[in-house]
């Protein structure tokens, strides 16, 4: 049974900071390719960033500089830490692996 659980999610002002979490059930993280993505109201979802089983990571042009993608494989938890948070960050920031799991999501409100 595979579970993932996204958390750390919440309201912050412009220039702010979050960092999510995603933990797993069922899986090793560590084995596969995890990815972060968000939904912004109104809007697709969209890839945010992936890490691979070997760490190497990707970002979205519209993070880059400002979000860090990492794993703890002690605890088959991967990060998402967000800095310098703008407006349009806003959305429901979901976790996914091998292309058919998702966890439920974690609101991130970026709002003065």
């Known amino acids: 049974q595979v579970q993932l659980e996204e958390s750390g999610g919440g309201l912050v002002q412009p220039g702010g900071s979050l960092r999510l979490s995603c933990a797993a059930s069922g899986i090793i993280f560590s084995l596969h390719p995890v990815a972060w993505y968000r939904q912004g109201p109104g809007k697709q979802r969209e890839l945010v960033a992936h890490i691979t089983f070997i760490g190497t990571p990707t970002y979205a042009d519209s993070v880059k500089g400002r979000f860090t993608i990492s794993s703890d494989n002690a605890k088959n938890t991967v990060y998402l830490q967000m800095n310098s948070l703008k407006p349009e960050d806003t959305a429901v920031y979901y976790c996914?692996?091998?292309?058919?799991?998702w966890g439920k999501g974690t609101l991130v409100t970026v709002s003065s």
């Open positions: 996914n692996t091998l292309g058919e799991y």
